[in-house]
């Protein structure tokens, strides 16, 4: 993997995990509710009154099963960005990975790393430059 794809995938990191916390969520909703459908044993709802009066039905369980396996499929993508990532910082010691989230996952400039670390700009950028091509390296 290029310094370019692991910086971008590092980039996302934070929105990948995000995105698997939302997924996991919405699983945890839709078994509730396919849950709540299945114990009432009523297989369509009533999505509403149209303005004759006529009911529209709509097969609850179908559609829900349909929702189960999208977000299924999104977690799986999520889950799987999220475990590239652990797998490589993994590879890192505690401050290489430290630095790592001061910028990837707390998006603070590199001036303010340098602050915080008592380092140059210059050099808060050579090492996770450094850090990138030791990462690309585990691939």
Known sequence: MSSNELD???RQFKGHVNGLMNC?????DIKYQLRGIKKSK??????????DGTKIYKNSIIDLEEKLQQVRKERNYH???VRQVMNLLK?????????????YWDEL?????GKRLNYSKSRVQQL????IV??????
């Open 134 to 139: 030791k990462i690309g390296h585990v691939q």
């Open 109 to 113: 400039p590199i001036r303010a790393i």
């Open 24 to 28: 996991e969520d919405e699983l945890v």
């Open 42 to 51: 009523s297989r369509c709802t009533c999505e509403e009154a149209q303005p």
């Open 128 to 131: 996770i430059d450094e850090i």
């Open 91 to 103: 590879t890192l010691d505690n401050d290489e990975v430290k630095l790592l989230e001061l910028y």
């Open 8 to 10: 971008l995938l590092l």
């Open 79 to 81: 889950l799987f960005a």
